[in-house]
């Protein structure tokens, strides 16, 4: 694979300077003013799904949150997972976001590691404490889907951390309060990397649906539909 040169990210930097700070009414004369997000997305620090160039966002469109695995942690005030819990308070309490998605992939490696058995090669180990967040989800999986393979394990744990996280997202007052009043919404989004296709979680099926098929799909069914 082809490393990139620091001097390609000068130019990435120049071509989002010409698209964002030129032109008569310029993108960051707004949000020099302040950042006003409707929507709050936790996703994985996975360099293949930054959620901006994924759902085709302008700077100020989301407030993310990115981490390995997209986990959220349960609310403990005395815990030491402390970052992710700032920032979610900090988008509910300060800027008042209407929704918060928690977005998963496909091929995960924080998944594929908790599932294959991690073994940490330091004393020093934050990788294996984050993903004991979602050992429960790896041993229903491993429990249910036995007969199944890796592949399939993974993905219904990729899947199931999305849903846990969702849970965690309401053992948090300042989520839990809102959503019962309706002023905000929680939704788990899966991106299937393999096919380029969107998934959302559905209560009603309780299962994964596509909002966005992958390409060849879609494409089939407008030709069959023109006809």
Known sequence: MEVRNI?????????????????????????????????????????????????????????????????????????????????????VEALKIKRIIVMGHEKCGGIRALMQGYTPSRKIDFIGRWMKIVEPVKQQVLSQLAHCSAAEQNRACEMGAILMSLNNLRSFPWISEREARG????????????????????????????MVCPLGIAHAEMTHTEK
């Open 183 to 210: 002023e905000i919404a929680l939704h788990g989004w899966y991106f299937d990397m393999s096919q380029g296709a969107l998934l959302a979680y559905s209560e009603r099926s309780d299962g994964f649906l596509p």
């Open 7 to 91: 001097h390609q990210f000068i130019e990435g930097f120049q071509r989002f300077q010409s698209k964002y700070f030129a032109g008569t009414e310029p993108l960051y004369e707004r949000l020099n003013h302040g950042q006003d997000p409707s929507t709050l997305l936790i996703g994985c620090c996975d360099s293949r799904v930054d959620p901006a160039l994924l759902l085709d966002c302008d700077p100020g469109d989301i407030f993310v949150i990115r981490n390995v695995a997209n986990l959220v942690p349960p609310c403990n005030e005395l815990g030491h997972q402390q970052g992710v819990s700032a920032a979610i308070q900090f988008a």
